[in-house]
């Protein structure tokens, strides 16, 4: 009969059980799609898993919206700068929201029509933006010709700001219009 020994060295063991420690957490990170949270700042962005959670949302901001999105879509959060996206995320963050965290993601697009904004002679538009079950951002858009986007807080609470192309003449629609 044969008998085997082996010296063993704590140091090693410690060594391979963290390599494989490592290694479990990478495949469990790639499997899971890796995407984490962008630690956002954002003032309100409540879980938001339903139509119905999308329009109480609205309705909370004083927003009346039409039961149903009239559009809805994917959109992606522009990677680089440019002085449009720039002017509309400045226009986020006075609501306390900001996609530069979401930069290169896909998130939704909903289109709800407003029935209540003030003295309205053209359609106006409330547009949330969702990743992952939560507001991110979004605007409110009079189609009138002197027409304005806004962000979400009605304009009584905030000032209202145009969103412009990079030589400064005002847009009629968002940079991340469908």
Do not use: C, H
């Not at 306390?96 to 053209?122: F, H, I």
């Amino acid at each position: 009969m044969m008998v085997m020994t082996a010296k063993v060295n704590i140091r090693k063991i410690i060594l391979i059980l963290t390599a494989v420690a490592g290694i479990v957490l990478a495949l469990i990170l790639l499997l899971q799609g890796g995407a984490e949270e962008p630690a956002a700042a954002t003032l309100a962005s409540p879980a938001i898993s339903d139509n119905d959670s999308r329009v109480q949302f609205l309705t909370g901001m004083g927003w009346d919206v039409a039961a149903s999105p009239m559009e809805s879509g994917q959109v992606r959060i522009p990677e680089e700068d440019s002085p449009v996206f720039d002017r509309y995320n400045a226009l986020q963050k006075s609501n306390g929201y900001d996609l530069t965290p979401y930069a290169g993601k896909t998130v939704m697009r909903y289109v709800y029509k407003v029935s209540n904004y003030p003295d309205a002679t053209e359609p106006v538009y409330a547009t949330v933006l969702v990743w992952k079950d939560k507001i991110i951002g979004g605007d409110i858009t009079d189609t009138s010709p002197k027409g304005i986007v806004q962000g979400l807080v009605p304009a009584k609470k905030q000032s209202q700001a145009p969103v412009a192309d990079a030589v400064g003449n005002e847009l009629e629609e968002s940079p991340l219009a469908g």
